[in-house]
């Protein structure tokens, strides 16, 4: 499965980004998807996740700021990233699982795309 991830780079602190993946259409109607960030030093962690019915999760540390949605018909993952802090600074990585149907950083049947850096300051 590849995946490609665009849209970070470095924003100010109260700022926002959209991150994209570009992903094939087949896993769409199948598959979980979301992103996984990597802060230096850190181990990956989920951010949010979506299924293949739309049901949509997100981590308590980015609840009420990002938003994860999928256009199907374009074959894209989005993450708006909203009200950016310090602490989200992080390689963002788009992940798919077509087995458990929720990407997790520890589950083998988890794939994931080169990583985006988003890098933000103060």
């Known amino acids: 499965v590849q995946l490609v991830e665009s849209g970070g780079g470095p924003v100010q602190a109260g700022g926002s980004l959209k991150l994209s993946c570009a992903a094939p259409g087949s896993i769409f109607n199948s598959c979980g998807m979301g992103w996984v960030r990597q802060a230096p030093g850190k181990e990956r962690e989920l951010v949010s996740s979506?299924?293949?019915?739309?049901?949509?999760n997100y981590a308590d540390s980015v609840k009420g700021r990002f938003t994860i949605s999928q256009d199907n018909a374009k074959n894209m993952l989005y993450l708006q990233m909203n009200s950016l802090k310090t602490e989200d600074t992080a390689v963002y990585f788009c992940?798919?699982?077509?087995?458990?149907?929720?990407?997790?950083?520890?589950?083998?049947?988890?794939?994931w795309g080169q990583g985006t850096q988003v890098t933000v300051s103060s």
């Open positions: 992940a798919v699982d077509c087995v458990t149907g929720r990407p997790r950083p520890e589950y083998e049947s988890t794939y």
């Open positions: 979506i299924s293949f019915d739309g049901t949509t």
